[in-house]
């Protein structure tokens, strides 16, 4: 029997744990990204968030609604507040997309474990997205951005639905106007006025500059689009224990007690989200798993 | 297994009347077995007439009926439906209330629990139980405060096991019939016309509690009688478990065609979850006032037999029967040794007999890994 993985956790000596109590923050900003998708920003009412790291999760709630486990979006340098981008797929995402300046949403994380950006100094960084996915990966390049001369090549591969899905637009702009960085955006389905890629993001693997020995690579997206992707940055000869995927399950306490966001043997609010693919591949690639 | 003959006593019926009373008088809330709607279930105790006297169960695969014995043993039965776990990790507890004051909240967390549970006559398979949730909710890095709060105090007498059920497979998993530790007191019952208890001192309390309550030495011939209650529970098992290379096998076998034949009888009605020592699932479920002004937490028994369990947006992540039943099997048989280095299951039996279709673990187990690829799957 291997000895279960454990994030380091505080302990509580309250009648209940306070990592279950939400804390009330004010909505201190509210941004547009698409149709369906909004980013928000948040800051407590009293005090500074704690710390968090790239690809870690938040519980947000929407009184009087719900629950749901939202990535963190925005940089870790910024410490006073946290942006989360949110696509609205039903009642507690449509609660938290409809808020206005002042508003009050209950935080409370953050949880999980984060991209591997440390361990990924002094190589390259591949980063494949597909639709929100971008969201949870948006901290990881900024925090490449942020310390550029300690990585290589940083290639963002990224796949939405329509070119009117394509999230973080200027910011993509500005990304792609440095000299530094790859960006290579694809589309499944373009319309009239779209002259770049159209196609599944997992084929411009083979084309993506970097170099198999040295790079680490960071996947978020609908499972079928990671499980390709890693297969096709398998196939280039990336090793396994250096693709990391976030994966995504129901989460309900964040905190390792509930057992919903089992996926094998991970509970996924502290072995994961992100995991290295030699472990969850095997999982992962079994159906309804 | 030897007795400890320098500290074991013995105990007569009015002995355990008054370790009850000793009980109560130290203010512990006495949680026992008792015959309420058709099974022995556990309940407050107001006194030890209200155990099953004469009771025993006759339990098969989805079937469970209380038969008289024919004597008047107090321990005469295996496990019923209900575990300690129904009173250390509730079917229901509060995590906080909230008052909506129009663009914001206010929280008010749960008070904890003022109720210390004392477990009489908890069986061996319920102490391993009560173990496999200690490794689950108090690790290095987490104290469910839930369950700590109410399992940290606790004090068991437990009995030995003498009628094992035909569900039971408590021998082959190492668990029973006899405890080995992990009780303040253990009793063997000894029916008869001397009817006694041979008591064995787990710890302090139990010590300091025995001394309050009327007993004698143990003689030499008492310890050999009590020895031999449990050798021969365990010749009588019902069932057994082979749990060597379980793990592997499992993991090997995830896309086994036994789950699908499983799932044609499977109701996925989450009883066997629920009646789980070891099943620690539970949901958030809010209850929010129509009109925004008021929400309260609650924590519920979960099970992942049901398709809301794995629901993210867009729908379940196991959506047919098999992969649940799967979910189940191997986490109680193999991931859970990933996770907290030991079997999440204690061969307790309760999900074969309360299985409305009488799905049986070990049989089910047994048939899967006979389907194993060597080197296949996900080890
Ligand atoms: C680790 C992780 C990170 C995520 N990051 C983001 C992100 O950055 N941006 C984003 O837009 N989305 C993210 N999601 C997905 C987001 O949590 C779901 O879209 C959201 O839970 C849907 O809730 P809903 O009420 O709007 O949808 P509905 O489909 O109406 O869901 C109804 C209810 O089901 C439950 N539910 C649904 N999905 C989940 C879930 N995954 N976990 C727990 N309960 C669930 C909730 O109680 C929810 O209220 C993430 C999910 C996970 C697991
Ligand atoms: S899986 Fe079945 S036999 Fe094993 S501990 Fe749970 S209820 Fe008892
Ligand atoms: S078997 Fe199912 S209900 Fe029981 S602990 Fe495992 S996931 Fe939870
Ligand atoms: S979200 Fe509850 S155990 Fe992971």
Redesign the interface.
């Known amino acids: 029997?291997?000895?279960?993985t454990?994030?380091?956790?505080?302990?509580?000596?309250?009648?209940?744990?306070e990592r279950?109590?939400?804390v009330?923050h004010r909505v201190v900003d509210v941004r547009r990204d698409t149709a369906d998708t909004m980013t928000i920003g948040l800051e407590p009412?009293h005090g500074m968030p704690p710390p968090f790291e790239p690809g870690q999760v938040d519980m947000l709630y929407a009184?009087?609604?719900?629950?749901v486990p939202i990535s963190i979006s925005s940089s870790t340098q910024v410490a006073d507040r946290r942006e989360y981008t949110i696509r609205r797929?039903?009642a507690v995402?449509t609660a938290l997309t409809n808020v206005e300046r002042?508003?009050?949403i209950?935080v409370r994380g953050p949880f999980g474990v984060p991209w591997p950006v440390e361990a990924a100094r002094g190589g390259d960084v591949v980063v494949i997205a597909g639709g929100i996915g971008l969201a949870p990966l948006r901290a990881a390049i900024l925090h490449v951005l942020e310390h550029r001369q300690a990585y290589g090549q940083l290639s963002l591969l990224y796949g939405a639905r329509t070119a009117g899905d394509i999230l973080y637009r200027e910011e993509l702009e500005t990304w792609r106007s440095r000299l530094d960085v790859d960006i290579d955006v694809t589309i499944d389905a373009a319309g009239s006025g779209w002259h770049g890629n159209v196609g599944v993001v997992t084929r411009l693997v083979p084309r993506a500059r970097f170099d198999e020995q040295r790079a680490t690579a960071l996947l978020c997206g609908p499972e079928v689009m990671m499980r390709y992707g890693a297969q096709a940055l398998l196939d280039r000869g990336i090793a396994p224990e250096r693709i990391f995927v976030s994966a995504?399950?129901?989460m309900?306490?964040g905190?390792?007690?509930?057992?919903?966001c089992?996926l094998?043997?991970y509970?996924l609010c502290h072995d994961g989200p992100v995991l290295s693919w030699d472990r969850v591949g095997?999982?992962m690639?079994?159906?309804?798993? | 297994m030897a007795l400890a003959a320098e500290t074991a006593r013995v105990l007569d019926l009015e002995g355990l009347e008054a370790l009850v009373e000793a009980l109560h008088a130290r203010d512990y809330e006495v949680i026992g077995p008792r015959v309420r709607d058709g099974v022995i279930s556990l309940a407050p105790l107001s006194s030890a007439a209200d155990l099953p006297i004469g009771w025993s169960d006759d339990q098969r695969p989805g079937h469970y009926r209380l038969v008289e014995r024919g004597d008047d043993a107090r321990f005469g039965y295996a496990v019923g439906p209900d575990a300690p776990k129904r009173w250390l990790l509730p079917p229901h507890s509060e995590v906080f209330e909230a008052e909506g004051d129009g663009t914001g909240f206010t929280l008010r967390p749960a008070e904890p629990p003022s109720r210390r549970f004392a477990f009489l006559g908890v069986r061996p398979c319920e102490l391993a139980g009560i173990a496999v949730q200690d490794r689950v909710f108090i690790r290095d890095d987490l104290r469910d405060v839930t369950y700590a709060s109410r399992r940290e105090d606790i004090l068991t007498v437990a009995v030995h096991c003498g009628e094992p059920a035909g569900t039971c497979f408590c021998a082959s998993v190492g668990t029973g019939p006899r405890a080995e530790d992990g009780f303040d007191l253990a009793l063997t019952e000894l029916v008869g016309e001397d009817h006694r208890f041979v008591v064995e001192v787990g710890s302090e309390q139990g010590r300091e509690l025995l001394a309050a309550v009327p007993t004698e030495p143990a003689a030499e011939g008492d310890l050999t009688v009590a020895a031999a209650v449990t050798d021969d529970a365990s010749r009588r098992m019902g069932r057994d478990l082979d749990t060597e290379g379980l793990r592997e096998d499992l993991l090997g076998a995830l896309g086994s065609s036994r789950y699908r034949d499983v799932a044609r009888r499977c109701l996925a009605c989450g009883n066997c979850t629920f009646v789980c020592p070891t099943c620690f699932c539970t949901g958030l479920v809010d209850r929010n006032a129509l009109d925004g002004s008021h929400t309260a937490r609650e924590r519920t028994w979960n099970s992942c037999f049901t398709i809301g369990f794995s629901y993210i947006h867009g729908g379940g992540i196991r959506e047919s029967v098999s992969s649940r039943y799967r979910q189940w099997l191997t986490h109680k048989l193999a991931t859970w040794q990933d996770q907290f280095d030991v079997l999440g299951c204690v061969g307790c039996g309760r999900c074969i007999t309360w299985c409305p279709v009488g799905i049986d673990i070990t049989e089910e187990a047994r048939a899967i890994r006979a389907t194993a690829v060597p080197g296949g799957g996900a080890r």
């Open positions: 029997m291997s000895a279960p454990l994030s380091p956790r505080p302990t509580t000596t309250g009648p209940v744990d279950l109590l939400p009330p009412i009184f009087g609604t719900g629950e797929v039903g995402t002042g508003d009050r209950g995504e399950r129901n309900l306490c905190i390792g007690t509930c057992g919903h089992q094998g043997p509970f095997p999982y690639s079994v159906r309804e798993l």
